[in-house]
T-cell receptor, first 109, second 120 residues
Framework: EDQVTQSPEALRLQEGESSSLNCSYTVSGLRGLFWYRQDPGKGPEFLFTLYSAGEEKEKERLKATLTKKESFLHITAPKPEDSATYLCAVYDSWGKLQFGAGTQVVVTP | DAMVIQNPRYQVTQFGKPVTLSCSQTLNHNVMYWYQQKSSQAPKLLFHYYDKDFNNEADTPDNFQSRRPNTSFCFLDIRSPGLGDAAMYLC???????????????????FGPGTRLTVT
């Protein structure tokens, strides 16, 4: 069965304290892994697409990496404005985008 | 800027009173999706249009219907809202190709800001 699991569920960081979020997946024939940021009461905002193991993408303080079984979203020296829920998603065997439950990140000054 | 727009942002309806949510896009994407998202949960796909072809998820209640009159617009109709239908409704779009088989070329989905539906 296709599954996407994110950990931890919640993460509380001090400003400047780097950390990583994990997204593990079980899907045959990966056709893209996507990271989104979602602020409360808003729609998910697209961050990155990763297609193959070894691929990396960066945007400001965020860096996404991909292996054959999981992806990591590294947050380097986070700021309070990085507080959000981070969602990862993969296309499953039926061509449907399957989301993980998300990691809620809170960055305190 | 190219974007996905949803109206209204907030909708209050009464139990059993039909409601329509709208979505428009300026991205010229061929696929449009409707998701339901409840508090602290992942978005749940209700249905999607691949061009004009409508695809309903097996577990989407009959109470939910959709229309796509043209490439740019898509509507979600809830015929008789119940209290359990209170949620955030998200519209998304993507550019996809079926060349080489179903969904062999998959691209990121772009989401609108959502419509928060309250049922009283």
């Amino acid at each position: 069965e296709d599954q996407v699991t994110q950990s931890p569920e919640a993460l509380r960081l001090q400003e400047g304290e780097s950390s990583s979020l994990n997204c593990s997946y079980t899907v045959s024939g990966l056709r893209g892994l996507f990271w989104y940021r979602q602020d409360p009461g808003k729609g998910p905002e697209f961050l990155f697409t990763l297609y193959s193991a070894g691929e990396e993408k960066e945007k400001e303080r965020l860096k996404a990496t991909l292996t054959k079984k999981e992806s990591f979203l590294h947050i380097t020296a986070p700021k309070p404005e990085d507080s959000a829920t981070y969602l990862c998603a993969v296309y499953d065997s039926w061509g449907k985008l399957q989301f993980g439950a998300g990691t809620q990140v809170v960055v305190t000054p | 800027d190219a974007m996905v727009i949803q109206n209204p942002r907030y909708q209050v309806t009464q139990f059993g009173k039909p409601v329509t949510l709208s979505c428009s896009q300026t991205l010229n994407h061929n696929v449009m999706y409707w998701y339901q998202q409840k508090s602290s949960q992942a978005p749940k796909l209700l249905f999607h249009y691949y061009d004009k072809d409508f695809n309903n998820e097996a577990d989407t209640p009959d109470n939910f219907q959709s229309r796509r009159p043209n490439t740019s617009f898509c509507f979600l109709d809830i015929r008789s809202p119940g209290l359990g239908d209170a949620a955030m409704y998200l519209c998304a779009t993507s550019r996809e190709s079926m060349a080489g088989g179903p969904f062999t070329q998959t691209y990121e989905q772009y989401f609108g800001p959502g419509t928060r539906l309250t049922v009283t």
